[in-house]
């Protein structure tokens, strides 16, 4: 019995990983295929990476992703953990009200947020990088908001009220000790509204106007003149990064929590 | 001659559209020790915190010798609170935490290390300087938490349920600590708790609060023998609490029969609520009593037997040490002097709080 339950799960791992993960396996071997075919394989190769760096549009469209990301990334951490702060301290229908209203944004159509983006912004600023940056953080905002308020909610308050009853101002205790509390909550938001930034097509081709290009963007725009090798090799190169910020995310949070399970044992 | 340290006038609080405190009034004494009774929800830690400067009330004004502190942040008011747990910086050490406000206060090295011995030692902890927080016991959290209050010289500590984390052994043995805590450093304690037991035990004046108002205020004495509505008589300690009709001053009818008391003033042949603690009922002989009925039951509690007896449609309780039989007919009597008289509720806080 118990062998047939292993098995039975083995296989359906298995069927998972074929589905999810074959393909991308696929896109990174030829990525290293010297043939250009996508069915034959023509010995290994690295010229492909050698192509793709020396292409300077493709190098100035990963540029602005990343800065792209990390601002709005970094801006949506600023508007959204006080944002989350003043919802949490809310009664509890306009608290359920707001949280609604955080919602709508992530589970709208991108094509509906775009449009309404570029509409909106053509009335009052050119549209390029800077739209793009701010339709960005309108988009990251909620995803900082939803990753910090379990933690402002399971904070131990009292620890920031016995500091502010010992003499401590509002400032210091917030910095000293709200903030460390809520730091997984703030990291793991942060990357997350990056990988989402990093991310996002369809917002940003409606919003970015002509001359700036994200990679994604950027991509499209190429495969509309058929799709090189080049882009293989890119690919993969984003696979691994956003492979790598997951595993970081999640070994920093895993290592917040290690400590944190002892406390509990202890006390 | 009653020095009051703290007066809260008229404080109004609701949370959520529910109002917890209404026109709630509350004088407190230099060096009183009070305790906060009631039940869970009752609005005892709102006060507290109004008090504490973690929440402002809705109207009303919080005065501090004379000083109306109601607009001050916590960290201004010359009084510390006692959490009830986990409020120790789990990132510092016994000394670093204790030190903690004196540091702020920028006192001298010399001077916080003085006072952190001395404080440890009145909570007996000696030695503990450098553990770490997170290796102590919640017993010994809760000490190093009064100690980390009491080096600030507050004028008032304000302890919100402290000892409700503990188990019942720990909780007693912290009981008498604080009463010896209390009587060395001499200030103002302000305790809040939901269990009787711990009220009783030690303090000067007990108020009894139920749906934000106040039920009776008094000593232990007088709040246990002399309830003022069923809500405090039900609340502490266990007791019978049956509909009686007070024939005129002296001589009460419970059941169909007079019974001789020493209440007096509540008019003639009016309804009235009547308390008999378990523990002032006699068992005698049937038909040698007031009262004759059947045992139903009979649970051994250790110092005494748990009796219950039924006369007609009411079971009276009775703690005896002596056993009696189930299904024995006996006779019950009592006291007149521990006949408890009280007028039926006006109000639904003044009722006995039911478990649904």
């Known amino acids: ?267 | 001659m009653f020095d009051p340290i703290l007066q809260l006038e008229h404080i109004t609080k609701s949370f959520d559209g529910k109002k917890i405190l209404n026109d709630f009034d509350l004088e407190i004494g230099r060096n009183e020790f009070v305790t906060l009774l009631g039940p869970s929800g009752c609005g005892k830690s709102t006060i507290l915190r109004i008090i504490g400067g973690f929440v402002r009330p809705d109207s009303g004004r919080v005065f501090f010798e004379g000083q109306d502190i109601t607009m001050l942040p916590p960290e201004k008011r010359n009084v510390n609170t006692v959490f009830q747990k986990y409020s120790l910086c789990p990132h510092k050490n016994v000394e670093e935490n204790i030190a903690f406000g004196l540091k702020l206060k920028k006192k001298s090295s010399d001077y916080i290390r003085d006072k952190v011995k001395y404080a440890l030692k009145l909570v007996n902890l000696d030695g503990f300087e450098k553990r770490d927080t997170l290796s102590l016991s919640g017993g010994q959290q809760q000490r190093v938490a009064i100690a980390r209050a009491i080096v600030n010289e507050p004028e008032v500590l304000l302890l919100d349920e402290p000892l409700g984390a503990l188990d019942l052994k720990l909780r007693h043995e912290m009981q008498r600590e604080l009463i010896k805590i209390k009587k060395e450093v001499g200030i103002t304690f302000l305790y809040v708790t939901h269990d009787q037991e711990e009220a009783l035990m030690r303090s000067d004046r007990i108020i009894v609060m139920n749906k934000g108002i106040i039920q009776q205020a008094g000593d232990s004495q007088s709040i246990y023998d002399e309830p003022q509505n069923a809500f405090v008589a039900d609340f502490i300690g266990e007791s019978n609490i049956i509909d009686g009709i007070m024939v005129k001053d002296l001589l009460v009818n419970i059941q169909g029969v007079d019974f001789p008391c020493v209440d007096t003033g509540f008019g003639e042949n009016n309804p009235v609520d009547v308390v008999i603690r378990p523990e002032d009922l006699e068992i005698v002989k049937a038909g040698e009593g007031y009262l004759t009925g059947q045992v139903i039951s009979i649970i051994f509690k250790g110092a005494y037997y748990e009796i219950k007896v039924k006369v007609n449609d009411y079971e009276w309780m009775i703690q005896s040490v002596d056993p009696a039989p189930i299904g024995e007919l006996v006779g019950l009597t009592i006291d007149p002097d521990n006949i408890q008289i009280m007028h039926k509720p006006l109000r639904d806080d003044e009722e006995v709080v039911r478990d649904e």
Do not use: C
């Not at chain 1, 999810?20 to 190769?45: D, E, H, Q």
């Open chain 1, 1 to 267: 019995m118990k062998r047939l339950k292993d098995f039975a799960s083995g296989i359906y791992i298995g069927l998972i990983g074929l589905f999810l993960y074959a393909p991308i396996l696929v896109l990174i071997i030829l990525s290293f295929n010297k043939s250009r075919s996508r069915v034959k394989w023509g010995g290994f190769t690295f010229d492909w990476y050698v192509k793709l760096f020396a292409n300077k549009q493709i190098k100035e469209a990963l540029i602005t992703t990343v800065i792209l990301a990390l601002a709005s990334a970094a801006i949506a951490v600023l508007i959204g953990v006080p944002g989350a702060l003043g919802i949490h301290a809310m009664s509890k229908r306009r608290y359920k009200v707001m949280m609604a209203f955080t919602n709508i944004p992530m589970l709208n159509a991108d094509i509906v947020t775009g449009i309404a983006l570029m509409l909106w912004f053509v009335h009052f600023i050119p549209l390029g990088f800077g739209s793009v940056l701010l339709a960005h953080i309108t988009f990251n905002i909620p995803y900082v908001i939803l990753s910090v308020m379990p933690r402002i909610q399971q904070m131990n308050i009292s620890v920031y009220e016995a500091t502010r009853d010992l003499g401590a101002g509002p400032v210091y205790g917030f910095f000293k000790v709200l903030l460390p509390e809520m730091m997984p909550g703030i990291i793991s938001g942060f990357f997350m509204a990056f990988t989402m930034s990093m991310d996002d097509f369809v917002i940003t081709y409606f919003t970015k106007g002509a001359g700036v290009n994200t990679l994604s963007t950027m991509i499209y725009g190429q495969i509309r003149k058929g799709i090189k090798p080049e882009m293989y090799a890119l690919s993969t190169l984003i696979f691994l990064a956003v492979s790598a910020i997951l595993l970081i995310s999640n070994g920093i949070s895993a290592a917040r929590k290690a400590p944190k399970q002892n406390d509990e044992e202890r006390i």
